[in-house]
């Protein structure tokens, strides 16, 4: 699990995050909700280690994340964030290739490039995979910069807002194969989500975050309810249920 204890944040001076403390349980799918400027960003980025970390202690698997040599860090957890700055005149099949360098270290084996080729697949890039960066559709980049994501094989998948961009067909298609990855192949996913109903349909766990606080955390069922989400959010929410699953109205 990733345990995080007394995690204050600031930057340039204003508090981001205060005194968050946490369990993100292992091979389950962990969404962070909330509403803008709650901190959940900024929480994902410093499990990930993109940003240092300034009050408390993180330990993923008791490995203590400050302490824990990057390279060791790359076999085990993988990061996409919101913010992806590579040159654009990067092929989509290079790209992706980039996820298996933890485990290469620069001498790729057929292996590599098996892995490599199954993640264009999965995010249905395979027919795109010649093509440049800046030749293809915003949607098509981020489906290629989670493809990369998932070429790195980790224990855990840190997700920041991967449903940017992504059409209705994609964005549930991806959603599937993180559910399927915690299922059946025993993966850890945290993911920043926001729309709340792919976190009501797919998440295991839920972290609501306001104000640089936790402001709830469990199943779905505890979370996504209409007083804790008209709380989060400030705003009058009502849930209904389906499929066994909440449902929440918010339009």
């Known amino acids: 699990m990733i345990q995080l204890s007394g995690i204050s944040h600031r930057i340039g001076g204003a508090p981001i995050l205060n005194d968050i403390t946490a369990e993100l349980p292992r091979g389950k799918l962990t969404a962070l909700i909330g509403p803008n400027g709650a901190g959940k960003s900024t929480l994902l980025r410093l499990i990930g280690r993109l940003e240092p970390l300034q009050q408390g202690s993180i330990h993923i698997d008791e490995m203590d994340l400050t302490r824990t040599p990057s390279v060791d860090l790359a076999r085990r957890l993988a990061v996409l964030g919101q913010q992806t700055q590579i040159a654009s005149r990067l092929r989509l099949s290079d790209l992706v290739a980039f996820g298996r360098w933890p485990h290469h270290q620069g001498r790729a084996t057929a292996r590599d490039r098996k892995i490599t080729a199954e993640a264009l697949e999965t995010f249905g890039l395979g027919d795109l995979s010649h093509r440049f960066l800046d030749e293809v559709s915003g949607g098509q980049a981020q489906r290629a910069y989670l493809a990369m994501t998932f070429a790195q094989d980790t224990d855990w998948l840190l997700l920041d807002e991967p449903l940017n961009n992504l059409d209705m067909s994609h964005a549930r298609g991806l959603m599937s194969r993180l559910s399927g ?52 959010y400030d705003t009058e929410i009502e849930v209904a249920r389906h499929q066994g699953r909440p449902l929440v109205l918010h339009h």
Request: hydrophobic share 50%.
């Open 181 to 232: 990855l915690v299922g059946s192949a025993g993966k850890s996913v945290v993911v920043v989500v926001h729309e709340v109903n792919y976190a009501a349909a797919w998440a295991d766990h839920i972290v609501a975050l306001k104000d640089g606080r936790i402001a709830a955390t469990g199943t779905p069922d505890e979370v996504l309810n209409a007083g804790t989400l008209s709380a989060l």
